[in-house]
């Protein structure tokens, strides 16, 4: 392999790296989020296979592993859970938006939609005006 070879590789290898590390943080930060929305959207309790299933169906994009969001978010408060027999194996944990839940997801829709305001400009091929050429 030549330097020029080689150098392409590891531009492609780093970039990969990025776009992997960049869409792991995009979707941490917008896992809670997905989660209290189609549980809303629901209107009933899922428990965590038909939330995967849900997620899987209806997102372009593998989100990870659910139940660590799912645990973390009933310690909070923004979840309830409700564990049921189940017929086919051990108990099933349901889970619900509570009523803390649907407040915050209220106020996170909000302060998405303002950040993705921010971003669809940012990256967008609009030219910023400056109110600097006045002088």
Same mark, same amino acid.
Request: glycine share 6%; no cysteine.
């Given at each position: /392999?030549?330097?020029?070879?080689?150098?392409?590789?590891?531009?492609?290898?780093?970039? !990969? #790296?990025?776009?992997?590390?960049?869409?792991? !943080?995009?979707?941490? =930060?917008?896992?809670?989020?997905?989660?209290?929305?189609?549980?809303?959207?629901? %209107?009933?309790?899922?428990? =965590?296979?038909?939330?995967?299933?849900?997620?899987?169906?209806?997102? $372009?994009?593998?989100? =990870?592993?659910?139940?660590?969001?799912?645990?973390? /978010?009933? $310690?909070? %408060?923004?979840?309830?859970?409700?564990?049921? +027999?189940?017929?086919?194996?051990? +108990?099933?944990?349901?889970?619900?938006?509570? +009523?803390? =839940?649907?407040?915050? #997801?209220?106020?996170?829709?909000?302060?998405?939609?303002?950040?993705?305001?921010?971003?669809?400009?940012?990256?967008?091929?609009?030219?910023?005006?400056?109110?600097?050429?006045?002088?």
């Amino acid at each position: /392999m030549t330097k020029n070879n080689t150098s392409s590789a590891n531009a492609e290898e780093t970039l !990969e #790296l990025q776009n992997k590390k960049f869409r792991k !943080e995009l979707n941490a =930060g917008t896992s809670a989020l997905i989660l209290l929305s189609l549980l809303r959207k629901a %209107g009933k309790p899922l428990y =965590g296979y038909e939330i995967s299933k849900l997620l899987e169906k209806n997102a $372009s994009d593998k989100q =990870g592993a659910i139940y660590p969001v799912l645990r973390n /978010m009933v $310690s909070k %408060g923004l979840l309830e859970v409700d564990v049921k +027999p189940s017929d086919s194996g051990p +108990p099933r944990k349901y889970f619900s938006i509570s +009523p803390l =839940g649907r407040t915050v #997801l209220q106020e996170w829709i909000k302060i998405w939609a303002e950040t993705k305001n921010i971003v669809d400009f940012s990256i967008s091929e609009t030219p910023i005006k400056s109110d600097q050429g006045n002088d």
